[in-house]
């Protein structure tokens, strides 16, 4: 089984960072994903990790550890419309158990 | 269609009734995934379908609840005997299988139910 755990909420002011944490436990393992999720959306794909380090994209950076089974997003410069739902999800490993599952999701809320 | 396409946006219904939620993927997407989301929770794995695999399952609450593939086109989630305890938004994922764009799923706007 899989098991994904983040903080529900957090709190960050306009201009600074921030860094979202995301701890999994799987039987195997074959990627990790961020999505952004404003309020009344649907989810977009923010970004993927399968090999060990820091992916940047602009703003947004996501680290995976597979060792220690621990990501973290990072958003820097912060803007208001970064206020939303950060998803973590776990892909499977094997024709029987490659499916995405998520994590509760962390809510961001962004201070002017 | 350029996007995931779902039907309908919302739907009430009374408790006790059937109803039946269609997802319409990316056309050529072999991966179509069926999640739940209840207000201000995470997203709750349902059923996954991969070409012509056998569908996984095992996120189904209840034998209430099923879905259908028609081959690597429309699928219908399908509720029976809705409880109050169902009403959530249902969210359709689909993903092509192969290179890069696989780890990306692209999610339908969902379907908001609404149990009476």
């Known amino acids: 089984g899989q098991n994904i755990d983040q903080p529900t909420e957090m709190t960050a002011t306009e201009g600074a960072i921030v860094q979202i944490n995301c701890t999994y436990q799987?039987?195997?393992?074959?990627?990790l994903f961020w999505y952004q999720q404003h309020a009344g959306e649907a989810p977009t794909f923010l970004s993927y990790?399968?090999?060990?380090g820091l992916e940047e994209k602009g703003r947004f950076s996501s680290f995976l550890s597979r060792s220690k089974g621990y990501s973290y997003l990072l958003l820097k410069e912060l803007q208001m419309k970064d206020s939303a739902s950060y998803l973590c999800a776990v892909r499977g490993l094997g024709n029987r158990d490659d499916k995405i599952i998520f994590g509760k999701g962390t809510r961001l809320h962004i201070l002017p | 269609g350029a996007g995931v396409s779902q039907s309908p946006s919302n739907k009430v219904t009374e408790k006790g009734k059937d109803v039946e939620l269609r997802c319409d993927p990316i056309s050529g997407h072999t991966a179509l995934y069926w999640y739940r989301q209840r207000l201000g929770q995470g997203l709750e794995f349902l059923i996954y379908?991969?070409?012509?695999?056998?569908?996984?399952k095992s996120g189904l609450p209840s034998d209430r609840f099923s879905a259908e593939r028609t081959g690597e086109s429309v699928s219908t989630l399908t509720i029976q005997r809705t409880q109050q305890e169902d009403s959530a938004v249902y969210l359709c994922?689909?993903?092509?299988?192969?290179?890069?764009?696989?780890?990306?799923?692209?999610f339908g706007a969902g379907t908001r139910l609404s149990v009476l």
């Open positions: 799987t039987s195997g393992f074959n990627g």
């Open positions: 379908f991969q070409g012509n695999s056998a569908p996984d």
């Open positions: 994922a689909s993903s092509s299988a192969e290179g890069a764009a696989k780890n990306i799923q692209y």
């Open positions: 990790n399968v090999l060990d």
